[in-house]
């Protein structure tokens, strides 16, 4: 159980494309979604916390308008990173937890390796 | 807000023998506290979890103990095999919200 689904798994595209890429829970309803940012041999990063129906809070120092989020249903969230350029190179993973207690675990996608040429 | 300590950052064992890892948080709110397995290019799994109702839990060789006083949690893996060599990250719920703050990861290599 708890399987959370992440596509697409990596992309390479040249510099002033825009990348989504999709988060969904495949057995469960993900109340509240989370998208991290992971630089190699490092820790993860929250970017984002997406709750379904309502807009993504984000953590400071990270644009909105760069790293678009959307959470229209209670399986699938997506991430968007507007107008790529290079230093937006990383490995993007997303987590989902069901239920409203915050004490409930995380599952993660197999994350996105995005690089930006 | 919250910030957590781990440590070490690298740890090399022979097989069979045990490995703990240490982590620290400082938000005394904080009251869940999981552990994630991340091998290599791979997603971060789950492999046990604690919340701050109590002060120990184990399954099979992996166990966690968690002092809410000292706010120091560990994670201690018994009878380790080379396929438990990965990264191992701990995390802390940011008291009050459902964010979860990690440690910087310990990349621990079981040698045969």
């Known amino acids: 159980g708890a399987v959370v689904s992440q596509h697409p798994s990596r992309v390479i595209c040249k510099s002033g494309t825009s990348v989504k890429i999709e988060c969904r829970s495949l057995d469960f309803q993900a109340t509240t979604m989370f998208w991290y940012r992971q630089f190699p041999k490092q820790s993860l990063m929250l970017m984002a916390t997406s709750n379904e129906g309502s807009k993504a809070t984000y953590e400071q120092g990270v644009e909105k308008d760069k790293f678009l989020i959307n959470h229209a249903s209670l399986t699938l969230s997506t991430l968007t990173v507007t107008s790529a350029h290079p230093e937006d190179s990383s490995f993007y993973i997303c987590?989902?937890?069901?239920?409203?207690?915050?004490?409930?675990?995380?599952?993660f996608g197999d994350g996105t390796r995005l690089s930006i040429l | 807000g919250e910030n957590v300590e781990q440590h070490p950052s690298t740890l090399s064992v022979q097989e069979g023998d045990s490995a703990v890892i240490k982590c620290t948080y400082s938000d005394s709110a904080s009251n869940y506290f999981p552990w994630y397995k991340q091998e290599l290019g791979k997603r971060p799994q789950l492999i046990i979890d604690i919340r701050s109702n109590v002060g120990e839990k184990k399954d099979q060789r992996i166990a966690v103990t968690l002092n809410k006083t000292a706010k120091h949690f560990s994670l201690h893996i018994t009878e380790t095999q080379p396929e438990d060599s990965a990264v191992y990250f701990c995390?802390?719920?940011?008291?009050?919200?459902?964010?979860?703050?990690f440690g910087k990861g310990t990349k621990l290599t079981v040698n045969p």
């Open positions: 995390a802390a719920s940011q008291g009050g919200s459902e964010k979860l703050v």
């Open positions: 987590s989902a937890r069901g239920g409203t207690a915050y004490n409930q675990p995380q599952h």
